[in-house]
């Protein structure tokens, strides 16, 4: 499957939802408000679909206007409030070196996974990342991050059984091989107590000062796209207590609220560095606002 193809397949169900307010739909009175309505359904949120509502209310189409125009106009609007949020993420040329990322996130969002797809991307570009197992709260996120390191054949830290986070970040910063020019920082997510990640957080954040005063260079928070809008608070916490420098949005193959993206960048401005869109290691795109708004038009 072409690249674009899997994107449009991933977005598939987002885009039915929002196709059955246009197709077949005679263009009256009604219309803008079945289209805010479905709009709405696929997790655009409330104030974002009402403003796409009026300007089809305010564009005046014809009676013989077709689905495709509307669709298109629909999506360029998109295109044009989501374009600012585009990143970019995976550059060959890195400005630090070592280049330190923090993955941050609730338990079971993405973030082990993610990890691998960004380091199977910047080996690609030439880089030598090595993957810091810093979850030592599940014994199984150690061994899953291992694996990946095994299959992509990249270095990785880890530490001894229930070991401190923190403490093991910092051992792991001060014994980066030479070549190692990356390092990815997983850490334990944990929904409940979550004061207490929150504390651990800083803690890591912390002692990744005591190594290099200008890291983490990005601080990345993985959101589940399952959730929709339902995860957007998230946004808020870890924004206020850790800083976001970017956002990936994983597990959008499959979801029909795939309009979140949309509300999400639109109430926190914070750029969304990639898409996860399946479960394969190739699966992690850059996010391109045309590419994604054709894709939830179905165009
Ligand atoms: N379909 C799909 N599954 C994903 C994606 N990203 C992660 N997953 C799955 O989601 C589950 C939780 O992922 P994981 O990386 O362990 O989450 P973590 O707890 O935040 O580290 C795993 O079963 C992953 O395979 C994605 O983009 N698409
Ligand atoms: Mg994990």
Known sequence: MGFFDKIKTAFQKTSEKISISIVGKKIDENFAQEIEDALIMADVGVETAMELAKKISNRKFSKETTNLEIKRFLADEICAMTKPYEADFFRADLSHNPEIILIIGVNGNGKTTAIAKIANIFKKLGHNPTLVAADTFRAAATEQLSHWAEKLKVDIFVGKDKSDPAGLVYDALKQLKKNNDMALIDTAGRMQNRNDLLDELEKIKRVIKKIDESAP?????????????????????????????GIIVAKLDGTAKGGAIISLTQKYKIPIFAIGIGENIDDLKSFRADEYSKAIMGI
């Open 217 to 245: 260079h990005k601080t990345i928070l993985v959101l589940d796209g399952l959730t929709g809008q339902a995860s957007h608070n998230q946004v808020e916490v870890f924004q206020r207590r850790i800083g976001v420098d």
